[in-house]
């Protein structure tokens, strides 16, 4: 899962970013226009906005990504109480509030359900190609009959796979989707973890799914 968060101040972001980051790959944008930059050049899973923002208002910044076609669910931080303010987050297009301070566990409850709704979007809670299964909502794997546990990283690589069967996917479209830019520069951060995927799903097993395309990626398959 790959989210943004578009707030200006930077020492909260980077707090922020760490204390997500055993969960989830994250971008900062520290500007409106950084932040509108980052959502159209990347596919998020979800956004979190800050309403107040150096160069524009957080409101007016969710209101233009829903009209440039964004439609990753976007989690505004406001410190406001005014009713208004809420109500006008949410006719922006934003997806639900938080108000500030915060625990750090609300935040991630909160973003555990929204992602939960984009997941009930995409209607299927279970993958399945050929006979490996994955379960979404458990985050469970079996292939046949056999039981795979998968770290964090290879299920997320994974699943982006399985919802994409037959597609081939590049280096930098994985990186893209399941790391924070600063990952850019490790050339073989990819090959490590398809590796390491393929040590569970594919080595055990006479059918492999994995496939390499050379020069152009990889691609899951029967």
């Avoid at 980051?21 to 950084?34: G, M, N, R, T």
């Avoid at 957080?58 to 809420?86: D, W």
């Avoid at 500030?100 to 984009?118: C, G, T």
Wanted: hydrophobic content about 40%; charged content about 30%; some cysteine.
């Amino acid at each position: 899962m790959k989210l943004l968060i578009i707030e200006d101040d930077k020492y909260f972001a980077k707090t922020l970013k760490n204390q997500l980051k055993p969960d989830y790959a994250v971008d900062l944008a520290f500007s409106s226009k950084d932040g509108e930059h980052h959502a159209k050049a990347y596919d998020y899973d979800l956004i979190i906005l800050d309403v107040g923002l150096p160069d524009n208002d957080g409101i007016s910044l969710c209101a233009q990504l829903r009209r440039n076609g964004i439609k990753s669910p976007i989690l505004m931080l406001t410190g406001e109480f005014a009713v208004n303010k809420k109500v006008a987050a949410l006719d922006s297009g934003a997806d639900d509030y938080l108000i500030k301070p915060f625990h750090i566990s609300e935040l991630q409850a909160r973003l555990r359900a929204l992602l939960r709704r984009k997941a009930h979007a995409f209607h299927a809670k279970v993958l399945t190609l050929g006979d490996l299964r994955i379960n979404l909502a458990d985050r469970t794997v079996k292939r046949g009959k056999q039981d795979i546990v998968l770290q964090r990283k290879e299920f997320q690589m994974l699943e982006y796979f399985m919802k994409h069967p037959g597609t081939i996917i590049s280096r930098d479209t994985l990186i893209e989707h399941l790391w924070d830019s600063d990952a850019e520069s490790c050339t073989n951060i990819i090959d490590v973890h398809i590796k390491y995927l393929r040590d569970h799903i594919d080595r055990p097993f006479s059918k492999k799914l994995i496939k390499t395309i050379y020069g152009l990626g990889y691609k899951l398959d029967v």
